[in-house]
């Protein structure tokens, strides 16, 4: 174990597996609905994918797709018809992961104002708070982006930001994230970081993160079975390694299990 998790790790309560642990795990974060972006190309792959996602022990999945204006244009209105029909088509092959329809939103003006016009993809809520997947372009955190997470915030909208530890400006130094916690951001890691298949710097960057205690929860943004499938065990077991048992299922069980749940409240849009 390395010093820095050791000490993270010593200061945490180190106990017995908690009794519901690793009953619902959540991915809230995947691009398996079929043919709309850089996923699943088809409805054969795409069932591929979640025959996968069940075989590693997800039992709830959020599908993400790349909600990004001039390059993905799906919305939530295009993306409910083809959610449909994949769900039907998973439940015809009595896949057992229970599925909801969200977006990956990418952060520009023309994405984000799908909001005012009620046709932004969500996840769920947080804390009252509409959950919303934003993604930084380029790989870096754009001049704006906290103008953006306030535009949000007054709208009753808190951004997840996706996958932090594999932007530019995030992996130099991982304290450019601070004034986005301090908004109210919440955080998800790739699975693949977290387990170590994105390299050396991703592994590092989320581990910097989870000392922080800045990380919400961990998804694995599959998009596909060879080079990133949907794989979240192996992130679970680099949890309890590196934080415990405890930490591991608030990341992939409870804190997504709370944003899911959500969707049931009255103040979360009917999709
Ligand atoms: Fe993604």
Known sequence: MPPNIARFASGRRRCERPPDAYRNVIDLHCHHLPGIDDGAPDMETALALLEASAADGITEAVLTPHVYPGRWDNTLSSLRPVFAAFKQAAEAAAIPVTLHLGGEVHLLPEALHLCDEGDLPLIGLWQDLRVVLLEFPDGQIPVGALKAVAYLRQR????????????????????????????GCLIQVTAASIAGRFGRRALQTSIALL???WITAVATDAHNLKHRPPMLSDARDALVRLAGEIKAADLTEINPGIIVAGRNDPAFPAV
């Open 156 to 183: 009753g909208i808190v951004p997840m930001i996706a996958h932090p530890e594999r932007n530019k400006d995030v992996m130099r130094d991982p304290l450019r994230l601070k004034p986005f916690v301090d908004a």
């Open 211 to 213: 000392e922080r205690d």
